[in-house]
């Protein structure tokens, strides 16, 4: 039985619409024929290059795509991307528009945060604890977080370090512990290598495990502090891990020893703080990874810019982002990565 044309792409401009059609001939080659408007071109041509450049007089790629066949999405797609002109702005809206149309609904987002990711000017991304549980580290508050029987408001506290310090000891120790051998996973040197090539202008992260820096990136705010410093809570000074470790008082003023991190009921760091807010303000894409954004006031932070936001994240959190990609953070990083490589 002959086989049926099928429409492998059409769009529609103000006034104009093109649609090409393809047919697939016994031995399996497509055969192409144009349609402009409603009239239908009876030539047939044998090859996709062809078929395109009998479309040379048309912009139909900076038209509004109506339909995609789905086995043709990543020819279509190059094709639009390799004509488009994506310095100007409208365009770059273009191509993800007919990304939309060209992948599956997740393929889609990837491709989406690839093309913001490459013109925007200014790229600011947050993470939180979820960045870093591919790295074995568990978050505070997903269904796995080994936290869910200790209430982290609590333990992690200034109440807690005055009032409970054994408690406070305790948890801190076992934290620090569970820290030291952790190793940066590929989502979090893909953000450093992204930051070498100018993609990615600054990293401000809630997370005290210093995963950022330890993958290369170079500026990182860490909103929350880091576990890897440690200080005496009456007079600053700086103390060592195994002072800690030992339950010892301050060697100079007799205080008690924590670890350099903020915690609940204390101010953020002011130097971090502002450098986050000043990038985040001047930045055309703010990309949010692994956060429920609860914690106040970094959870404020997405709100503060005026340039397109994306979250990152196991599970929606119903916020207002203009691009939402479920899944895990490592795994999508990849999955952008390899986009870019191929753009
Ligand atoms: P959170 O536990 O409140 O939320 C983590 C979010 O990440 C959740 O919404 C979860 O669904 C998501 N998530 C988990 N794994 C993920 C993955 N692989 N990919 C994508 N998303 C994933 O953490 P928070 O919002 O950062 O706030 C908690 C506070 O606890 C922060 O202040 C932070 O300092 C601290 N904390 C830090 C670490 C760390 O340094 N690694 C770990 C736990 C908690």
């Given at each position: 039985m002959e086989k049926q044309w099928s429409t492998i792409f059409s769009a529609h401009g103000e006034k104009e619409k093109i649609t090409l059609f393809g047919?697939?001939?016994?031995?399996?080659?497509w055969v192409y024929r144009k349609s402009i408007g409603d009239i239908s071109d009876g030539e047939e041509v044998s090859s996709w290059e062809v078929a395109l450049q009998q479309l040379e007089d048309y912009p139909w790629y900076t038209w509004a795509p109506q339909e995609v066949h789905p086995a043709f999405g990543k020819k279509v797609y190059r094709a639009v991307k390799e004509?488009?002109?994506?310095?100007?702005?409208?365009?770059?809206?273009?191509?993800?528009s007919w990304a939309k149309r060209c992948f599956s609904e997740h393929e889609?987002?990837?491709?989406?945060?690839?093309?913001?990711?490459?013109?925007?000017?200014?790229?600011?991304?947050?993470?939180?604890?979820?960045?870093?549980?591919?790295?074995?580290?568990?978050?505070?508050?997903?269904?796995?977080?080994?936290?869910?029987?200790?209430?982290?408001?609590?333990?992690?506290?200034?109440?807690?370090?005055?009032?409970?310090?054994?408690?406070?000891?305790?948890?801190?120790?076992?934290?620090?512990?569970?820290?030291?051998?952790?190793?940066?996973?590929?989502?979090?040197?893909?953000?450093?290598?992204?930051?070498?090539?100018?993609l990615v202008q600054a990293v401000a992260t809630q997370n005290i495990d210093g995963l950022h820096f330890k993958a290369g990136s170079k500026n990182v705010f860490e909103l929350h502090g880091t576990i890897h410093r440690l200080h005496c809570d009456n007079c600053l000074k700086e103390t060592t891990m195994e002072q800690f470790f030992k339950k010892e008082a301050c060697s100079k003023c007799g205080g008690k020893?924590?670890?350099?991190?903020?915690?609940?009921?204390?101010?953020?760091?002011?130097?971090?703080?502002?450098?986050?807010?000043?990038?985040?303000?001047?930045?055309?894409?703010?990309?949010v990874i692994g956060t429920s954004l609860q914690v106040h006031p970094v959870n404020r932070l997405p709100e503060m810019t005026e340039g397109k936001t994306v979250y990152i994240n196991l599970e929606s959190n119903g916020g207002h982002f203009d691009l939402v990609i479920n899944g895990k953070a490592g795994e999508v990083l990849i999955q952008v990565d390899e986009v870019l490589k191929q753009m």
């Open positions: 047919k697939q001939e016994s031995d399996e080659n004509k488009l002109n994506t310095d100007v702005e409208e365009n770059v809206n273009n191509l993800v889609s987002e990837i491709v989406t945060l690839a093309v913001w990711l490459q013109h925007a000017k200014h790229t600011t991304v947050l993470t939180g604890a979820g960045m870093s549980t591919e790295s074995g580290i568990p978050d505070f508050r997903s269904k796995g977080g080994i936290w869910r029987d200790v209430d982290p408001q609590y333990v992690a506290s200034v109440d807690a370090l005055n009032d409970n310090y054994d408690m406070f000891h305790e948890f801190y120790t076992t934290r620090m512990n569970a820290l030291t051998d952790v190793n940066p996973h590929r989502g979090h040197e893909i953000l450093a290598e992204w930051e070498k090539e100018g020893l924590r670890p350099s991190i903020v915690l609940f009921g204390e101010m953020l760091p002011e130097d971090s703080w502002s450098a986050s807010f000043n990038h985040i303000q001047q930045s055309d894409l703010v990309v």
